[in-house]
């Protein structure tokens, strides 16, 4: 299935948010995460399906000032 | 508004979105930035010329040479004195009809409270996490706006919290992330925190959409942007 990820296209096994975000090797802490320019809270990422071109947007903490 | 006054905003009393009502608001706004570095410099700044009426900057780092490549209120002469004095001497050289306050001193959890309840909107400068949960944590508490902005590199963040529902912590819920690298160059800054000058202004005047419950981000590699809902 191919998916948009921060609008590049990427092919992905990834059902649901939570598997993404393994398949991706995001870090478990200091990432926001955007399914159709609405934050999900990662409590919830698991039972976030994904579908044939979802876009989604991670957007890392960044803390430099 | 008197004479000298008028000239003085006359680019921004022109502006449908400012005008004479919104410069009145300006002056009577009371605005804390916590941290004048990379991004406080901008910030600070531009808020000092739209005539922001008092605007408070916390802080307890001395200028160093390294800062000059993109902390922009400070010259080489100044090397080992505390920022804020030296950042209220620019703004006063700028603007001499608004009153600046420094407080040299770094923001922690027992002095935030006391602090934050003099200003109606407080802007992030700072540069590292804990000082920012430190912030929204307070700025819940007491009700106040947080315009939130981060760095890192080439990329940049900006939303506004503690207005609408979302908090620092309904974006980065976890917090304990690893401090990050210190590697930047001074546009990253300057535009990050010219957006977070832009959103106070917004705040105080009221125009347009401000950021509330949004977070925009910007990569300044590919100039990518992203506008999302936090909740």
Known sequence: MQINVNNKPINTEATNLSTLASELSLPEKGVAVAINNRMVPRSQWEQTPLSEGTSVIIIKAACGG | ????????????????EIGEKGQERLAAARVLIVGVGGLGSPIAIYLAGAGVGTIGMVDDDVVSISNLQRQVLYEEAQVGMPKVLCARQRLQALNSEITVLAYNE??????????????DIVVDGTDNF???YIISDVCAELGKPYVYGAICGLEGQVAVL??????????????????QGKQ???????????????????????????????????DLRTM??????IQ
Do not use: H
């Open chain 2, 1 to 16: 508004m008197n004479y000298e006054l008028t000239k003085r905003y006359e680019r921004q009393l022109i502006l449908p």
């Open chain 2, 106 to 119: 770094r923001l922690n959890a027992a002095n935030a409270r006391e602090l934050f309840s003099q200003y």
């Open chain 2, 130 to 132: 804990p000082t920012r």
């Open chain 2, 162 to 179: 503690c207005k609408g529902k979302a908090t620092y912590r309904t974006l980065f819920p976890d917090g304990g992330m690893p401090q």
């Open chain 2, 184 to 218: 930047v160059v001074g546009v990253t800054p300057a535009i990050v925190g010219g957006v977070e000058a832009s959103q106070v202004l917004q705040l105080v005047c009221g125009y347009g959409k401000p950021l509330v419950d949004r977070i925009w981000t910007i």
């Open chain 2, 224 to 229: 990518q942007s992203f506008t999302i809902d």
